[in-house]
């Protein structure tokens, strides 16, 4: 039997930490501070459209703010805060002590921190990639964008791949470690919807990590792939970038209705109507969501029956949407309803999200996608999407698992007041840009004329994002306040909730299950609570628990990829302090010399002793 386990300090134990629930509050911590940058980006390039030709920032600066908030909010913010919630709670969801690679775990969020960092270099080194978040051709090309825009390239190459790698954890965790008794059809709403979306990742960020690439041996080495006047072609990147640019969206929105398809039933007091057709719904989205990436090239020529073809294949994703909505309000309908935050969040994404997906549909036909194309009814619709659908999610998921993660509740009166504040700051926000868009107000602009009957709309969409702003500073203060003040959670299951992760008991054990559970049904907690004595069957003995042991290599590997693409970077840089192949040859040797002393190191982990199971379990385990 190998050693128990070793003692550390606490912050060589985050460090090193394989373990799924730490690397869970990593990601939910790290996607807040990228959250919160993209945030104040956004706010002040509103300050700057508060008012016909202002100055406040400059156009360059505003176009910088511009890439730098959507790329960061898409792949530094929405996706590491989803990867929080997956992390944290798939294996307890399916019964299982861990991840199926906790040490790949550790490495993916160690590799999407690193790009992350890699790309916010780029404001010391000139400013940052001024292209736009979808990067086209030629403006990301090198006659036209500097070295930010190298920044976002190997940035976003670097950040995905600890996606990629991270999503093909969660699906061979999901295949291969659930509990005796937890079939596919009996899998937790949240697990399904974590499941398609890292099928999606698998196959949409290979096109980006392989145009990326493209786009690299473009800028650095002088190739010529999308360079018209050489043979290349502009609109093959449109198309490599759609290709994973529109799943992106469901990459996002479907473990979102994951979250609201756990919350809705908690505080519904009932079991999801339509389970199965909510399953196959989502099947259905995913795979429509990922055919129909042209739809958002109808202006670029591709001729009527593509655009038709494209068009109607769009409009179709609303009736499996529309199967999920009506389910979501026959849960709640006739219910005994509990509007807490979580639940107050959950609600609110309801209609929100509808609103978004009406006008995706009018944007899915393509003589009307020609008129609003380039307006602000576009960045309406999108941010309904994102921001009314996803981040509501977001935040209905923060308040309904915070409990489980940290140990004490969220002052109530405070999340409230936070909901109400956010919003209506939200509607204040984009709402009003339906309406600009319709008055023919362009996007990706840094200003605009007076008298044109766009002030008074743009002075309100800025008011909005102030309420924003100050809902989310309560939420910071509503974390600070609980983490002193806030009502201990001294239960395994505050909310008499119906999944697994509400049997093991609060703080989560290092193992998670002492012994692994005997799954009967779906909603196994409350069936036990129904038909049992309210506590979970074991499917097992009460025997030594096998662990992983902690590992720096994770983190050494990041740091070689760090700095092997900020070599590849500074070969486009104007007298660079040191040569740039030292820089990417060292990066790449730490890479590839700490993954051979992975291969070659024996590292059998460590158990847990009987005695320890034993006494937990004393103590209220589960």
Known sequence: MAA????????????????????????????????????????????????????????????????????????????????????????????????????????????????????????????????????????????????????????????????????????????????????????????????????????????????????????????????????????LWQHIFWIFGHPEVYILVLPAFGIISEVIPAFSRKRLFGYTAMVFATMIIAFLGFMVWAHHMFTVGMGPVANSIFAIATM???????????????????????????????????????????????????????????????????????????????????????????????????GKLFFWIFYIGFHLTFFVQHLLGLMGMPRRVYTYLGDQGLDTFNFISTIGTFFMSAGVILLVIN???????????TVADPWDARTLEWAVPTPVPEYNFAQTPQVRSLDPLFYEKIHGDGTMKPAEPIQPIHMPNGSILPLIISIGLFFAGLGFIMMNMDNPIINPWIVAIGGLVITFGSMFVRSVKEDHGYYVPVEQVKADLKKGGN
């Open 4 to 235: 128990q386990k070793q003692e550390k300090s606490v912050i060589w134990d985050w460090l090193t930490t394989v373990d799924h629930k730490k690397l869970g509050i990593m990601y939910l911590i790290a996607g807040t501070l990228f959250f919160v940058k993209a945030g104040v980006m956004a706010l002040f390039m509103r300050i700057q459209l508060m008012y016909p030709e202002m100055n406040f920032l400059s156009g360059q600066t505003f176009n910088e703010f511009i890439t730098m908030h959507g790329t960061i909010m898409l792949f530094l913010a929405a996706t590491p805060l989803l990867f929080a919630f997956m992390n944290y709670v798939i294996p307890l969801q399916i019964g299982a002590r861990d991840v199926a690679f906790p040490f790949v775990n550790a490495l993916g969020f160690w590799i999407f921190f690193a790009g992350g960092l890699l790309l916010s270099l780029s404001w010391f080194f000139g400013g940052g990639p001024d292209a736009g978040w979808t990067a086209y051709v030629p403006l990301s090309s090198r006659d036209y964008a500097g070295v930010g825009l190298d920044f976002y390239v190997l940035g976003l190459q670097v950040s995905g791949i600890g996606t990629l790698i991270s999503a093909i954890n969660f699906l061979v965790t999901i295949i291969n470690m659930r509990a005796p008794g937890m079939t596919m059809m009996r899998l937790p709403l949240f697990v399904w919807t974590s499941f398609i979306s890292s099928t999606l990742i698998l196959f949409a960020f290979t096109p980006l990590a392989a145009g990326l690439a493209l786009l690299m041996l473009d800028r650095i080495f002088g190739a010529q792939f999308f360079i018209p006047s050489m043979g290349g072609n502009t609109v």
């Open 316 to 414: 179709t994703i609303a009736v499996p949407t529309g199967i999920k909505i009506f389910n979501w309000l026959f849960t709640m309908w006739g219910g005994k309803i509990t509007f807490n935050t979580a639940m107050l969040f959950a609600s609110s994404f309801v209609p929100t999200f509808v609103l978004g997906g009406v006008t995706g549909v009018m944007l899915a036909m393509a003589p009307v996608d020609y008129l609003y194309h380039d307006t602000y009814f576009v960045v309406a619709h999108f941010h309904y999407i994102i921001v009314g659908g996803i981040v509501l999610a977001l935040f209905a998921g923060l308040f309904y698992w915070y409990p489980k993660m940290f140990g004490h509740m969220l002052n109530e009166t405070l």
């Open 479 to 489: 974390v600070i306040y609980s983490a002193f003040k806030g009502e201990r959670v």
